[in-house]
C-alpha cells in the first residue's frame, strides 16, 4: 500500500522534501549576501512553492489523466503542512521564524494550485487530442 501511494505521489513527495529543505535551512545559505532585497519576497516563494506543491498533489491525485477527477480532500496535506512547516521554523531554528502572513501565502498558494492544476490538464488534453500528422 505504502509502495503504491509513493508511486503514485512521488513527485509531489519530492516537492515536500524540497519545502521542508527550503523551509528549514539558514536563509543565509538560500541567498548569500543582500542578492534578493526585494520586499516580501519571502512571502511569494511561500506562495510559488506551495501552489506548485498543492498543483502537483492534485494532477498526481487523477495520475495525470484528463479523464480521472482531482481528489480535492488531498489538499489538506499542503494546508497542513504549511502549518507544521511554521512550527518547525519556530522550534528548530535559530535563524527562521514563523508568521502569520507565511501561512497567509502558502494558504493562498494553495488555492492558487487548483487553478494551475486545471490549467496544466487543459493543455494535456488539448495536446493529447491533438492529431499528429506521420505522412512523412
Known sequence: MLYLFIKQYYKSILVGLLI???????SKTL???RMLSIPYIDKM????????????????SCRWQTKLRF???I????????AVMEIMQ???TT?????????????????????????????IERLRSRPT????
Open 95 to 123: 535563524s527562521r521564524r514563523a508568521e502569520l502572513a507565511d501561512l497567509v501565502a502558502n494558504v493562498s498558494g494553495v488555492a492558487t494550485g487548483i487553478l494551475l492544476a486545471h490549467i496544466v490538464k487543459m493543455f
Open 75 to 82: 489538499l489538506l496535506i499542503p494546508v497542513f503542512f504549511g
Open 45 to 60: 516563494g511561500h506562495f510559488a512553492m506551495y501552489g506548485f506543491f498543492s498543483a502537483m498533489l492534485l494532477l498526481d
Open 90 to 92: 519556530m522550534t528548530l
Open 133 to 136: 500528422d506521420r505522412s512523412v
Open 20 to 26: 521542508v529543505w527550503l523551509s528549514l535551512s539558514g
Open 31 to 33: 541567498v548569500p549576501g
Open 71 to 73: 481528489n480535492y480532500t
